[in-house]
């Protein structure tokens, strides 16, 4: 036994160990090794993947063209670029169905109404008394179980709007867009749509059926800036083809009910500029209070 220690002891001497030599061969092979005790890589930590790299992994979406056309002729006018974060999101069912709930909640007007029996007009005796006559148990007439009393749980006055993130909300109205924009049904024109004065309501059936926006095709949606009489009343007479709204009073569900949207430059660019919430990617700082400083004069 001690030989064998001494063995152990001179094959620990050729690795030049200090102390107990049984314990400083022996315990590297007893001892398990844990996960935490393995040192990680230094080039993990210490470089930097270049930025060459970096934007072979992200590359940056390039913008996407537009055609500007000429109402009512549709005469193509010019290009127009815009970025891929208005007009070339992917498509997000989830994010457009919980922005449709959220118009439709805020639209619900709850104003409906019904009186308990505490609120219906009466008096509250008894119709008759509890024993003794062989009828059914019966308090006043202003029970909910008689003909003019109280509504057992009815409804009653109450908001049934919802919240929604700004950014998320945002998001949906630029993805609605970007679904239009790659089907081909948002059609952009230039601004001052309208009939002139010699042009009749019907014209605007003509051009809805020669353009393939008539309600064949799906009827179709004309945003403009502000109230077009001419055109608005003409739409309102030939309402099978389509609508007219200003771009105030779109929200995300009629940019998706309609077979396409014709909407006008300017408006369209406001309507982009509003809901770019969640683009804004800054980081906010913390701000401290300007410390005044004292002048010491000599």
């Known amino acids: 036994m001690a030989r064998s220690l001494r063995l152990v002891a001179g094959s620990c001497n050729q690795f030049q160990l200090f102390g107990d030599p049984l314990m400083q061969c022996l315990a590297p092979r007893l001892s398990r090794a844990m996960a935490t005790e393995v040192p990680l890589p230094r080039s993990s930590i210490s470089k930097v993947a ?3 790299f970096i934007h072979a992994i992200t590359p940056e979406r390039s913008p996407v063209l537009a055609t500007i056309y000429n109402f009512p002729s549709m ?24 922005a449709v709930i959220f118009e439709g909640d805020g639209t619900r007007q709850g104003t409906a109404s019904t009186k308990w ?26 029970s909910p179980m008689l003909r003019g009393g109280g509504v057992a749980f009815g409804p009653h006055p109450r908001d049934f709007s919802t919240k929604l993130p700004r950014k998320i909300y945002d998001l949906a109205w630029r993805t609605a867009l970007s679904y239009r924009y790659r089907r081909g049904e948002l ?4 601004d001052g749509v309208e009939l002139s004065a010699r042009q009749q309501p019907r014209w605007i059936k003509k051009i809805m ?22 055109l608005f009343e003409a739409l309102q007479r030939y ?27 300017g408006s369209l660019d406001r ?15 913390a701000k401290y209070p300007q410390l005044a400083e004292e002048v010491v004069q000599v």
């Open 50 to 52: 270049p930025v060459e």
């Open 75 to 98: 005469e193509p006018l010019r290009f127009q670029s815009y970025s891929a974060d208005y007009l070339h999101l992917p498509l997000r069912r989830d994010i457009l169905h919980r």
């Open 117 to 142: 029996r505490d609120d219906v007009h009466g008096s509250g005796r008894k119709i008759r008394p509890q024993k003794g006559t062989g009828k059914a148990r019966l308090g006043d007439k202003k």
């Open 187 to 190: 059609v952009i024109v230039e």
């Open 209 to 230: 059926e020669a353009n393939g926006w008539g309600n064949a095709d799906g009827r179709s949606m004309i945003v403009t800036a502000d109230t077009r009489h001419k």
């Open 239 to 265: 309402g099978e083809d389509g609508i007219a709204k200003t771009e105030d009073d779109v929200d995300v569900k009629d940019l998706l009910e309609m077979g396409r949207i014709i909407i006008e430059k």
């Open 271 to 285: 309507l982009l500029r509003s809901h770019t919430s969640d683009l804004n990617r800054k980081v906010p700082k």
